[in-house]
């Protein structure tokens, strides 16, 4: 097993052996076939999905197990603005992916390419020499929501459950480029981390950022999320922290930073990742886009966490209402709800503003008096003045779906 993660360090650091171990077990347990027996429906035509627990996670959705995909019921995102690290849901694209023994005291990242010095950071490097900074930030896949696109698009079939919000704890990445020294002509940060595809012809998973982006100041290289060390399959020791874009950003066990002069093309930039070069990074159903570019930031997105759809409500009660919103970083500037299809809509109440990246909570009350079925949609719109269109836009890869979201209840 150790010949295939040739780049693993093996170690004797107990927590990271602890780690190991409880991987190891896990790995043989789910390659069994009818396991586990619970399972949950997500709400489209085979929408049934076992829930599964993995070292370090409560009960989540299964995807696929080879790689792990595991997403948050969403449920979850009642319980507070932030997503507990064992609700936390779980993307990786190549299968040779688990980093089995990452000894944190022989981790370094690599920052090579256009820079005056090449450098090799250990993890305490980074928590020592550079001024710690924590932010709030939404972690959304590009594809959350892609089981509810029509027509159906190939890809992982994901319910509402594959983003979460944390707090992330790290340094700026623009700070420790400023300290290596940037050539001339650098255009573009590449990312790479410790996980590599089953078979040499997939592709490894490399990402890229402008530099004039990076220096923006915001991206962090994390190793902490809600206090506590990165989750092994949340990118345990190092990630990256891209705060207001997609997930595929989000580079996790990120061991080589790369200063480039071209722009970076390598398959997840491209044809991988990328959305219609319009406005609405849309198409009409069933088409391809003539031209596309990179995704980028997240479109503004709200739900109603509570009551969750489905429920029976009584009658004449004054019923709690309560959700989330967020955008790509300018900010929510207010939520709506309707109780009419969209024909008229009153404002819910703002929680505490966590920041531009974060979740933003929302509450507010109904009492409905007509007895039968209800329907409570839910819209945000952000400082720029951006909001959720009634029907859903349509792309060949089922990213950025952002409609206006509709919750049923039955009152009796
Ligand atoms: N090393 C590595 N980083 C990665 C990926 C991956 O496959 N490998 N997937 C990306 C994608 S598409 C998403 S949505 C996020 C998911 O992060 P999470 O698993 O912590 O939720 O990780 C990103 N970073
Ligand atoms: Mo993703």
């Known amino acids: 097993m150790s010949s295939t993660l040739s780049r693993w360090e093996t170690g004797s650091n107990r927590r990271a052996f602890l780690r190991t171990a409880a991987l190891a077990a896990t790995g043989t347990l789910f390659s069994r076939p009818g396991f586990p027996a619970e399972s949950i429906e997500l709400p489209f035509e085979n929408g049934r999905r076992a829930l599964v627990k993995y070292p370090g996670k409560r009960e989540l959705i299964l995807l696929t197990s080879r790689p792990p995909q595991l997403e948050t019921p969403f449920a979850v995102f009642n319980e507070g603005i932030l997503t507990p690290n064992d609700a936390f849901f779980v993307?990786?694209?190549?299968?040779?992916?688990?980093?089995?023994?990452?000894?944190?005291?022989?981790?370094?990242?690599?920052?090579?390419?256009?820079?005056?010095?090449?450098v090799s950071l250990s993890l305490?490097?980074?928590?020592?020499?550079?001024?710690?900074?924590?932010?709030?930030?939404?972690?959304?896949?590009?594809?959350?929501?892609?089981?509810?696109?029509?027509?159906?698009?190939?890809?992982?079939?994901?319910?509402?459950g594959a983003m979460g919000n944390a707090r992330w704890k790290g340094v700026r990445l623009s700070q420790v480029l400023q300290a290596c020294g940037l050539g001339q002509g650098a255009r573009q940060?590449?990312?790479?981390?410790?996980?590599?595809?089953?078979?040499?012809?997939?592709?490894?998973?490399?990402?890229?950022?402008d530099l004039d982006q990076v220096m923006e100041g915001e991206i962090l290289l994390a190793w902490q999320m809600n206090?506590?060390?990165?989750?092994?399959?949340?990118?345990?020791?190092?990630?990256?922290?891209?705060?207001?874009?997609?997930?595929?950003?989000?580079?996790?066990?990120?061991?080589?930073?790369?200063?480039?002069?071209?722009?970076?093309?390598?398959?997840?930039?491209?044809?991988?990742?990328?959305?219609?070069?319009?406005?609405?990074?849309?198409?009409?159903?069933?088409?391809?886009?003539?031209?596309?570019?990179?995704?980028?930031?997240?479109?503004?997105r709200s739900f109603i966490t509570s009551p969750a759809s489905g429920s029976k409500l009584p009658r004449g009660r004054e019923i709690p209402l309560r959700g989330v919103a967020f955008d790509g970083g300018y900010g929510i500037e207010e939520v709506l709800l309707s109780f009419n299809q969209g024909e008229s809509w009153r404002q819910a109440r703002l929680g505490p503003d966590q920041g531009r990246y974060?979740?933003?909570?929302?509450?507010?009350?109904?009492?409905f008096v007509i007895p039968g079925n209800h329907e409570i949609k839910v819209r945000a719109v952000?400082?720029?003045?951006?909001?959720?269109?009634?029907?859903?836009?349509?792309?060949?890869?089922?990213?950025?779906?952002?409609?206006?979201e509709t919750v049923n209840v039955l009152v009796s």
Request: net charge positive; proline share 10%; charged share 20%.
């Open 91 to 118: 993307r990786y694209h190549l299968a040779r992916f688990y980093p089995e023994k990452v000894e944190t005291a022989s981790f370094r990242l690599e920052i090579k390419g256009n820079v005056k010095v090449p």
């Open 124 to 160: 305490a490097d980074l928590q020592t020499k550079f001024e710690p900074v924590e932010t709030t930030a939404v972690l959304q896949c590009s594809g959350n929501s892609r089981g509810f696109f029509q027509p159906r698009v190939a890809g992982g079939q994901l319910g509402n």
């Open 189 to 209: 940060v590449v990312f790479n981390g410790l996980d590599l595809p089953v078979v040499e012809k997939t592709p490894d998973f490399v990402k890229a950022l």
């Open 227 to 300: 206090g506590e060390d990165l989750p092994v399959l949340n990118g345990f020791p190092l990630r990256l922290v891209v705060p207001g874009y997609y997930g595929t950003y989000w580079v996790k066990h990120l061991n080589e930073i790369t200063i480039v002069n071209e722009p970076f093309e390598g398959f997840w930039m491209n044809p991988a990742y990328r959305i219609p070069a319009n406005e609405c990074a849309c198409v009409p159903p069933g088409t391809a886009p003539s031209k596309t570019i990179p995704i980028q930031r997240l479109n503004v």
């Open 358 to 367: 974060s979740f933003r909570e929302w509450t507010a009350a109904s009492t």
């Open 382 to 404: 952000n400082r720029a003045g951006h909001t959720q269109p009634m029907k859903p836009l349509w792309n060949p890869a089922g990213y950025m779906r952002n409609v206006v």
